[in-house]
Antibody
């Protein structure tokens, strides 16, 4: 059974740095083709993809947020960490991590999601 | 930057067919995925590689993708299908989501 769980602070002040951890089980980030994403959703808004780290440590970032994001993985702990700098009230959202990957045909989407963690940015 | 456009809302009667469109430049050249999200819940993958259903997704869900439009079709829509639906694709090695379509079954 594949599970993912997000953890981290629920409240931040403007300009602070957000660090979120995704702890997963049921799969390995050493497996060819597998990746872990971070996706956020502001209240009442659409899903917004932030970043992806792949099994081979290849990293992808949203072009609009690239300068503020860092993603890393610790395969021994089955964890992926998101760092987002210079937080602003507009970054208030639920942050999800998800598994995705590629098979012999191509990209197969985000087939498992965590329950999400709500982050509020307010002075 | 690449954009995927979805109608904000769609209403359908029970047992009718719901067709949710997602448009983007040369979208047919890419793989489209679709996610269902109910209020207060995490998204669920309901279609990938344009027309493949993950295990556990009912057969009434189907998908297609050609030209500039990907389509998610729900045949015999049920009340339980009321949710937000998001399309998603890759462009230049980054992930893009559509703006979402709120499907109302009434």
């Amino acid at each position: 059974q594949v599970t993912l769980e997000e953890s981290g602070p629920t409240l931040l002040k403007p300009t602070q740095t957000l660090t979120l951890t995704c702890t997963f089980s049921g799969f390995s980030l050493n497996t060819n083709g597998v990746g872990v994403n971070w996706v956020r959703q502001a209240p009442g808004k659409a899903l917004e993809w932030l970043t992806l780290i792949n099994w081979n440590d290849d990293k992808r970032y949203s072009p609009s947020l690239k300068s503020r994001l860092t993603i890393t993985k610790d395969t021994s702990k089955n964890q992926v960490v998101l760092i987002m700098t210079n937080m602003d009230p507009v970054d208030t959202a639920t942050y999800f991590c998800s598994r995705s990957g590629f098979d012999l045909v191509g990209y197969y989407g985000m087939d498992a999601w965590g329950q999400g963690t709500t982050v509020t940015v307010s002075s | 930057s690449y954009e995927l456009t979805q109608p904000p809302s769609l209403s359908v009667s029970p047992r009718q067919t719901a067709t949710i469109a997602c448009s983007g430049n040369k979208l047919g050249d890419k793989f489209a995925s679709w996610y269902q999200q109910k209020p207060g819940q995490s998204p669920v993958l309901v279609m990938y590689q344009n027309d493949k259903r993950p295990s556990g997704i009912p057969e009434r869900f189907s998908g297609s993708n050609s030209g500039t439009t990907a389509t998610l079709t729900i045949t015999g829509t049920q009340a339980v299908d009321e949710a937000d639906y998001y399309c998603q694709a890759w462009d230049k090695s980054t992930v893009v989501f559509g703006g979402g379509t709120k499907l109302t079954v009434l």
